[in-house]
């Protein structure tokens, strides 16, 4: 019997943790090396689109997190008074893109994900580097506080300051700063109703969702110097800028601790890769396509890499090429929204505002048009339930 392959993923987030999974399905021996000492991610809620639900079928895991997750109902976008400039239905969406928009904790998609993995595949704890890329002739080489391991892959899943990326591009400026910064909370607020929304502001927005445990997911984002921190702490910061907006937005703030208010700076790659890959290495997610949240996209996009890279397992060169152009166009997409968005300036704000409005009364089909391209984006290799029950009929 053949000795199976061996492919070292360098970050157990969302996307290491997705190509570990895609890859140990395809036979695939793996082992995952993560910095922190545990899986348990920085971070709150994670939005998964119809693209990313379908990635996750591959591996035979789009149905356990649909169960998982809210479904995102009806909502909108609003002013800080709270009027609406859009009315969206789930409905809409789903039809057009063909499924559902759902939102969970994202431990609990670190949770499942991890579950699809062989006892010992995971190590926390584990600083890793690359020691050398390998090639055609030669296995790559990672570097452990343990010693060195060698793989036929190597998956560089280490995120938006990624070292394996400054290793294989020395030349490439890495990531900037986006010019604002984010909080986010995840907290129950008894006896609180409200639809789903976001509210854009000038130079601010905010976002409020449930889940479907109860809790709320908020979120919020405002043009700063980078590096700046509230003076006392972040729940006072985010009363300062957004206490007088309309409800739910005070009672969220009412019920959050200074503690459950997280806050991170947003950077972007500005300029793209040259490829997403050297040698033996593949570069995933942030660390190689970092994008501003503006189009819920990243941990979706790290999440399709994930797919295709196991797809292109062994062929690198036409995973960049299925990938490099999409995640580019999609980052500068982004980008454009978070300057519309993030606008201080008035004028811009209501003409911004006037054509959301037209666009919204105009029809579901008129505003849904933007996601054209990425949310019905459907995987190379068909779901593992299908590849299950052919594999059954043989």
Known sequence: MAQSRHAVVIGGGIGGLTAAAALHQSGWQVTVLERARSLEPVGAAISLAPNALRALDVIGLGDEI???????????????????????????????????LVL?????????????????AVRTAAAATLADPGDARRPARVRTPDGELEADLVVAADGIHSAVRRTLFPGHPGAVYSGFTTWRVVIPVPGVEFASH??????????THPLKDGRVYAYAAA????????????????????????????AVLAAARPEDVLRHDVHHLAEPLPAFHRGRVALLGDAAHAMPPTLGQ?????????????????????????????????????????????????????????????????????FLR??????????????????????DQQ
């Open 104 to 120: 969970l904790h994202r431990a609990t998609l670190i949770d499942s994900l991890a579950a699809q993995l062989p006892p010992g």
């Open 298 to 366: 990243g941990g979706n996009q790290a999440i399709e890499d994930a797919i295709v890279l196991a797809h292109h397992c062994d062929d690198l060169a036409a995973h960049t090429a299925a990938r490099l152009p999409r995640t580019t166009a999609i980052a500068r997409q982004a980008v454009r929204i978070a300057r519309l968005n993030m606008t201080s300036n008035r004028a811009l704000m209501a003409v911004r505002n006037t054509a959301i409005a037209a666009l919204s009364q105009a029809g579901p089909a008129l």
């Open 198 to 207: 976001e509210t854009w502001g000038r130079g601010r927005i905010w976002g």
């Open 370 to 391: 933007g996601f054209d391209g990425i949310a019905d984006w459907r995987p190379p290799q068909p779901a593992y339930a299908a590849v299950q029950a052919g594999a």
């Open 223 to 250: 043009m700063t110097p980078a590096g700046e921190r509230a003076p006392d702490d972040e729940k006072a910061e985010l009363l300062r800028r957004f206490g007088d907006w309309h409800d739910p937005i005070p």
């Open 66 to 100: 649909r169960d998982l997750a809210a479904w995102q109902g009806d909502g909108g976008l609003r002013t800080p008074g709270g009027r609406w400039l859009s009315r969206a239905r789930a409905a809409a969406a789903a039809e057009r893109f063909g499924g559902p």
